[in-house]
């Protein structure tokens, strides 16, 4: 197993944690976050909302995996990761939790994970390996108009894909290059051509150093935050959005 | 960079005033379930443990 694999799947299998009582908020908009529990009386993981005043609030309640959620623009939707149809799916719902439904996906098959709202709301992109790769695809809010952004060849993985503030961008993370080190690359939402690779690190050895991966981009456009294991183990950097990184 | 010893991070997000940044911090070893919210001012300065959780957007 890969680096990065042996990471992703420490994340999969570890996503549970006793929803305990946290410090002192420093956020001033609310945060919707996965959380769940571990052990013979644990629950799987599901979407919860933390208001600015410290109110946290469950917002699905299943038997399986809900989680990766991210906020509409205007902070009345969420999208997120569903596998209560028996494998990985795209869903919205309210910001109160109510009118739970499937946007992309189906009951058994392909992966669709990390899903992202465009600036204007209009689209969701998302990773999936509905046509046997992992690949960028993005669709309207509402679930229509399916688009394929990139198309890998056999083992390539291109996810966390993330819109620039202008929504004309994504920057998303592949092994395209390197197998076992994903770099940060961005594309036009328009077509998915005009790749630029953005980041560029390690040896591309399996169990080397040199994963760049989770891109976001700054609301001024100006920056990007991602996580890598350059320093040794895997943290937050920042870099410009265009260029190598410097430190947070 | 934002580190932690013997932890992982993952899923960064920036605040949407861009002035701090809330990310998981985990342990890497995978064998505790410590994933927690944290977040950090964009400078470096003011870090912060929000809660439990992982996988966050605000």
New interface residues.
């Given amino acids: 197993m890969t680096r990065l694999g042996l990471f992703i799947s420490t994340l999969i299998a570890a996503l549970g944690l006793a929803a305990g009582a946290g410090s002192a908020t420093p956020a001033e908009h609310s945060i919707v976050f996965a959380t769940g529990t571990t052990g013979s009386q644990g629950r799987p993981t599901d979407v919860f909302v933390r208001d600015a005043d410290g109110t946290v609030r469950q917002l699905t309640r299943t038997a399986w995996y809900e989680g990766s959620p991210s906020w509409s623009p205007d902070r009345t939707k969420i999208v997120y990761v569903s596998a209560r149809g028996g494998d990985a799916d795209i869903y919205v719902m309210n910001a109160d939790g109510t009118g739970q439904r499937r946007l992309a996906g189906s009951k058994k098959g392909p992966q669709d994970q990390y899903p992202a709202w465009s600036p204007d709301g209009k689209l969701i992109a998302f990773a999936s390996n509905r046509n046997g790769e992992e690949d960028i695809y993005v669709m309207r809010a509402d679930g229509t108009g399916l688009r394929q952004l990139t198309k890998n060849a056999i083992w390539m993985e291109d996810q966390q894909p993330r819109f620039s503030p202008d929504g004309r961008f994504i920057v998303f993370s592949s092994n395209r290059v390197a197998f076992s080190n994903p770099e940060l690359y961005r594309m036009r939402v328009l077509d998915g051509r005009g790749l630029v690779r953005l980041t560029h690190w390690g040896s591309g050895g399996d169990l080397s150093p040199g994963d760049d991966l989770m891109g976001d981009y700054s609301p001024d456009g100006k920056r990007i935050a991602f996580v890598s294991d350059r320093s040794g183990s895997y943290a937050v950097w920042t870099m410009t959005r265009t260029g190598p990184g410097s430190a947070a | 960079?934002?580190?932690?010893p013997g932890?992982?991070?993952?899923?960064?997000?920036?605040?949407?005033?861009?002035r701090?940044?809330?990310?998981t911090s985990?342990?890497?070893s995978?064998r505790k379930?410590?994933?927690r919210?944290r977040?950090?001012g964009?400078?470096?300065t003011?870090p912060?443990?929000?809660?439990?959780?992982?996988?966050?957007?605000?």
């Fill in positions: 960079m934002i580190g932690h932890q992982n991070v993952a899923f960064p997000r920036w605040s949407p005033d861009g701090t940044l809330l990310y985990f342990d890497s995978g379930n410590d994933f919210l977040t950090i964009a400078d470096g003011k912060r443990i929000v809660r439990a959780g992982s996988e966050a957007d605000w």
